[in-house]
């Protein structure tokens, strides 16, 4: 069959991309067109090399279509095939309605009568077909980040975990819910690659559970020998003789920063050393008292900005006030509206520890509009605070302070 390169005076145009793109855009989505209409690799390959093979500027040009003139021996040669796996690829991506042959009775293909009859491979249906791609890409591409969002959830919240295991291991070692959060973290999946969406979330909903109760249970331990603030309900057991510390008085003015105080830790959770999660280093694990004890999530709360404060009360559910898991999820949840790379959040938080750079996050939420020093790119931002944690010069406590402090202004 043949074709009029130029469309007659007063009819249609000829479908082109979608504004801003380019035939580079429709090469970078070839493995959705696979998955969509479950091409084989070589098929697909073969697509690719059709593409290739038309000029870019038809396929943003309504006068012309994207055409492939090359015979099949030297689209054969070219990828290694036969003319016959050519030509039935030919056929394949025709019945898929991803191009349409233009070739003569005698399969001659090229441009003649002075480019008004066209012969070749038409790539004008998948032209057709690319705002559903690009529809279609966004949505898989929303799915793997949700995908990627729980599973760095899921791993954040286990280290939480561990850490509040630990501290109730010491305080309360032959409890009877220390040894059921102590079965529930032994049968912990190793791996998350193979869960899907539903079990992910499945997952996080019992981990956020197992981390509640131990949290409960440190906050009885306390009880029994000390009061908490009025109305806030202490997430962590306390385990130092004086809680009353500021971080800024702490003993860790008196040691190079970063370096561990001379306490012993009780054995890690069995299990904790076969695990695949990443371990977090914290860089202030030796600070007196812990965060939630000095800035108490009371004070954090009326802190944070209200994009902040909207996570939090999406994640703390019925709690009156947020706890640990609280902190870390509601910082990785709102990532994205800041504009922060994920691997900036693994890097913080291998550099200073699942809540510490929850706690950054919420610093550098804060300040983006402050009007004397506002951060502009929170990615770097958090990024540079991981750094400095590796070097032992993040002062994140004095950015609490001053957080805390301004808030307290405004409230008097």
Known sequence: MLRLASPVPGTATRPVLPSGCTRSDVERLLPV????????????????????????????????????????????????????????HETTLERAGLLAKTTAADGSRGSFAGGQVVQGLSLAPLVQRMPELLALAAQEDAERQRL????????????????????????????????????????????YDGLAVTDLEALLASLD????????????????????EPGFRLPIQVTKEDNSVSCIGSSD??????????????????????SK??????????????????????????????????????????????????????????????????????????????????LAVLVIDARRFDPVRPIRSPGGALRAFARLAMTGKLNLAGSLIGLVEREQARSE
Not at 67 to 78: L, S
Not at 211 to 222: F, G, K, Q
Not at 332 to 346: K, M, R
């Open 253 to 274: 003015k008196n040691r190079p920063a970063g370096k561990p105080a001379d306490t012993q830790l009780a054995a890690a959770p069995t299990g904790a050393e076969e």
């Open 148 to 191: 990627l969002g729980l599973r760095r959830q899921c791993s954040a919240a286990r280290r939480v975990l561990k850490g509040a295991l630990q501290r109730l291991l010491e305080s309360a070692p032959k409890a009877i819910r220390t040894t059921e959060v102590l079965g529930f973290y032994a049968e912990l999946p190793r791996r």
């Open 277 to 358: 999660e990443p371990q977090a280093r914290d860089f202030q694990r030796g600070h007196k008292p812990h965060w939630l004890e000095s800035f108490t999530p009371r004070k954090l709360y009326a802190a944070c900005s209200e994009d902040m404060r909207m996570y939090l009360d999406a994640v703390k559910g019925q709690r009156v006030l947020p706890n640990e898991l609280d902190m870390v999820r509601a910082a990785i949840l709102i990532l994205p509206d800041l504009g922060i790379n994920p691997s900036a959040w693994d890097e913080a938080a291998e550099a200073m520890g699942d809540l510490a750079a929850a």
């Open 33 to 88: 067109i696979r998955r969509a209409f479950r091409l084989s690799e070589a098929c697909a390959f073969t697509l690719l090399a059709f593409i290739q093979a038309t000029r870019p500027s038809d396929w943003t040009d309504p006068a012309r279509d994207p055409v492939c003139h090359a015979m099949q021996t030297a689209m054969a040669q070219r990828l290694g095939l036969t003319p016959r796996a050519v030509r039935y």
């Open 209 to 228: 559970e197992a981390v509640e109760n131990c949290l409960s249970a440190s906050e009885m331990r306390h009880e029994s020998s000390g009061v908490p």
